[in-house]
């Protein structure tokens, strides 16, 4: 899977992709994460790229010429099979979208700031608008880095057989059981017993039943989704 990411700010994210399973999966030619400054398409020498809004307000909005140059450019040379703009105001992130958009070859990401990018860039290129929760962050890119972790891990061969994603929680809309590792004896905290005696069988029906305790206390919702 290849990803290119529009961003005014490059710098945050350098860091994400360049540690543990996001780095692995680059090593190994999985994963490859392309990030694009903006500015390099600013319409001016003063490295325009946002404007004040039509109709007033405070607050700029990004314009149309720099994306769309943006745009146009790295269409030519890959074909995207979504282009998604990280916006508070786009459809929430879940398991289920990373599930589906892990089956993709080429995604492009544009991050937004300030007010967000001019309605006709939506309407005329964009594909897909995510949000990652119901909050403000100040701008797209962190909402980028998140959800190119939850795709990166899920594409074959970035996990480990032990670590399959196919465990995790949500991934069968059940929260995941709790876990425990040495001492079997923490301050007289006891590792439940049942995990400690080897009965693989045993062991596999207590998690399940943990899961949907766990996911009747603390998400019900969950549990109400298809
Ligand atoms: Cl994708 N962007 C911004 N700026 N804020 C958000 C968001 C995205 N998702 C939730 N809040």
């Known amino acids: 899977m290849h990803i290119d990411i529009i961003t005014v700010l490059p710098e945050l994210l350098e860091s994400p992709f360049n540690h543990s399973i996001m ?13 694009y400054n903006l ?19 405070a607050g700029m ?45 080429n995604l492009l990401l544009i991050c937004g700031h300030y007010k967000g990018i001019d309605e006709r860039i939506r309407e005329q290129y964009v594909t897909m608008e995510i949000s990652i929760g119901d909050y403000v962050l100040s701008g797209g890119e962190l909402a980028a880095a998140i959800v190119v972790d939850a795709i990166g891990r899920l594409l074959p061969g ?12 949500f991934q069968d ?13 923490f301050r007289g905290k006891k590792v439940p017993e049942i995990l400690l005696q080897g009965d693989p ?18 998400r019900p919702d969950l549990l109400d989704e298809e």
Request: charged residues 30%; proline residues 4%.
């Open 173 to 185: 809309n059940l929260l995941a059981p709790p876990v425990y590792t040495r001492p079997a004896d």
């Open 61 to 105: 909005v990004m314009m149309c010429e720099p994306l769309a140059n943006a745009i146009d450019e790295l269409q030519q040379g890959r074909k995207y099979d979504e282009i998604i703009y990280l916006t508070p105001d786009g459809k929430t992130f879940n398991q289920k979208t990373a599930n589906h958009l892990s089956l993709f070859n």
């Open 39 to 57: 500015r390099k398409w600013a319409i001016n020498k003063h490295m325009q790229i946002d404007d004040y809004q039509f109709g007033g307000g």
């Open 158 to 169: 970035v996990l480990s057989d032990e670590t399959s994603a196919l465990f995790d929680s």
């Open 201 to 218: 069988k045993k062991v596999e029906e207590w998690r399940h039943e943990q899961s949907l305790l766990r996911t009747k206390t603390r």
């Open 23 to 35: 780095k692995r999966a680059q090593e190994k030619g999985l994963l490859t994460v392309q990030t």
